[in-house]
């Protein structure tokens, strides 16, 4: 008999006339109904994902390069936000310096001053400029002060934006995974090329916006689900499709795809877990246990100027959910 082994991304790994159970658990082996048919579903869908891998190796040589970037540029900012820790300490040697003025004069190298912020710690030593007098001096340490607590504020912002800008990388990397044809990629190349990547991506010219063609799931209760494989889709079904009526899925604080159950009334709590897990299924979480936040649409907004993918929801609940790839596969609309 004819059988395709795959592995669980349904990918085919090899075929056989008989079921192989040496892969291991994360494998199995699917009954075709000929050989014909087993040829071309091997052959075919390799080939394809072949093809994809092939056809996105300048999407992920663009990601992994503006990933490496990035996270080196967070640890420089940390370092240096590191230093500004020496901003209150410059503070309290201003004050100590600015109380003292009539007791120190022009030309002393050092100031050994009672600390009046601790008592109890031994008086501190202060460097002096010895050009400059006590009220330059004091001077000094506060424009050091004054400059540290700027570029804490700044560094602290600089750090979170590159943060943030990982996080959608982290997305982007996501959606490679659930391409599923030229569509997905040729999408996930405007995306990059319309999120300021344009300069990096060479020899690409823009093209019209490509109709997004999200994943589409029935329930058992006979509620239509649909499924975001990328950010251009994930911004579609959630600022251009949903309804307030409608319930929202995403996987809890990591990339995964927006998740739009359509209805009018309140579900089933079967419709609300098979919708949760697929939201769980297409994301980066693995295992058992998935933390799903779910929520009306109409909480759910998309800041102004924010990445591609990127909303915002304060009102919802979490569900957790242990995705059934087979169920899910059958409520897939082909």
């Known amino acids: 008999k004819p059988y395709l082994i795959v592995n669980e991304a ?23 109904a000929s050989f014909g048919k087993l040829v071309d579903a091997y052959f075919g869908k390799k080939g394809k994902n072949e093809r994809i891998r092939q056809k996105s190796t300048d999407i992920f040589k663009l990601l992994s390069n503006a990933e490496a970037r990035i996270t080196k540029k967070i640890a420089l900012q940390t370092e240096e936000l590191s230093q500004c820790d020496k901003a209150e300490e410059y503070r309290i040697m201003a004050d100590l310096l ?13 100031a050994v001053l009672v600390n009046y912020y601790d008592e109890a710690c031994p008086p501190i030593e202060i460097p002096l400029d010895s050009r400059l007098s006590p009220s330059q001096n004091a001077q000094r340490y506060y424009k050091k002060y004054s400059k540290l607590k700027k570029a804490k504020i700044e560094l602290t912002r600089q750090i979170e ?21 030229e569509g997905d990629l040729a999408q996930i190349r405007d995306e990059l090329y319309h999120s300021g990547y344009a300069s990096r ?27 975001g494989k990328n950010n251009t889709q994930n911004d579609y079904i959630t600022t251009k499709l949903a309804e307030k009526t409608d319930w929202w899925f995403h996987v809890k604080n990591l990339p995964g795809s927006h998740v739009l159950m359509q209805c009018k009334e309140e579900p089933s ?53 242990t995705p059934d790839e ?6 897939q609309v082909k």
């Open 10 to 32: 349904d990918e085919p790994v090899e075929f056989s006339y008989t079921p192989l159970d040496f892969f291991g658990v994360n494998y199995k082996s699917v009954e075709m």
């Open 98 to 110: 600015t109380s003292s003025l009539y007791a120190l004069k022009r030309g002393e190298e050092k």
């Open 161 to 181: 934006l590159a943060k943030k800008e990982l996080e959608y990388i982290e997305t982007v990397f996501d959606a490679l995974t659930k391409a599923d044809g």
């Open 201 to 227: 991506m060479k020899n690409y010219n823009a093209v019209k916006s490509l109709s997004p063609k999200p994943l589409k799931f029935i329930t058992s209760g006979g509620y239509t689900v649909i499924c």
């Open 269 to 321: 709590e079967v419709d609300f877990t098979e919708a949760a897990q697929i939201a769980a299924y297409y994301s980066k979480a693995e295992g058992n246990n998935i933390a799903v936040d779910y929520t009306n649409a109409k909480h759910v907004k998309k800041p102004a100027g924010s990445k591609p993918g990127y909303v915002i929801y304060h009102v919802n609940w979490t569900a957790y959910v």
């Open 326 to 331: 087979k169920r899910i596969k059958e409520m």
